[in-house]
């Protein structure tokens, strides 16, 4: 059930481009509720982590993202999108994370382009030029990242 809800998922994903995750929404911060777009990760590889409050798995996939930051060879640039909560409960389950990178709501276009967020932590992976590399569907440990994301240079 799992691998069907995961092709699902990526097959949902997949058209998302690029440029439609990173400029075609518009992300409001949630620390500082400052609303952009993410064409700044441009150039980057980056881990989109959709979370909730009230999600324990959440905050170990925060954890591992933070290891990942400090034990790739190349920079990753992890981001936390809030979902199914309002902008307080949002924050607060953004402090239980101890998530020290950028945050945001996730914006509404983009989750119902994607069919919705079931369950979190959902991981959506974007290599250097912005283009989906997977997503992940629950907890996913730091070796499976690696793998994914840090490339020997």
């Known amino acids: 059930m799992r691998y069907i809800f995961l092709l699902?998922?990526?097959c949902c994903a997949l058209p998302l481009s690029a440029a439609q995750l990173t400029r075609d929404y518009q992300f409001q911060a949630l620390r500082?509720?400052?609303?952009?777009?993410?064409?700044?990760?441009?150039?980057?590889?980056?881990?989109l982590m959709f979370f909730e409050p009230e999600c324990p798995w959440c905050i170990k996939q925060a954890n591992v993202l933070k290891q990942l930051h400090?034990?790739?060879?190349?920079?990753?640039k992890p981001v936390a999108l809030g979902v199914n909560g309002d902008n307080l409960?949002?924050?607060r389950a953004l402090f239980?994370?101890?998530f020290p990178f950028e945050a945001y709501r996730a914006p509404p276009a983009?989750?119902?382009e994607m069919g919705g967020i079931p369950a979190t932590p959902i991981l959506?992976?974007?290599n250097a030029e912005g283009e989906l590399i997977k997503g992940y569907r629950g907890f996913t440990d730091e070796q499976e990242l690696k793998t994914q994301l840090c490339h020997s240079s």
Not at 36 to 43: A, I, K, N, V
Not at 70 to 75: K, R
């Open 89 to 91: 409960a949002l924050k």
């Open 124 to 126: 959506l992976l974007l």
């Open 70 to 76: 400090q034990n790739c060879n190349q920079p990753i």
């Open 8 to 10: 699902t998922l990526l």
């Open 96 to 98: 239980r994370l101890n």
């Open 110 to 112: 983009l989750l119902k």
């Open 32 to 47: 500082s509720q400052q609303v952009t777009d993410l064409s700044h990760l441009e150039g980057h590889v980056s881990a």
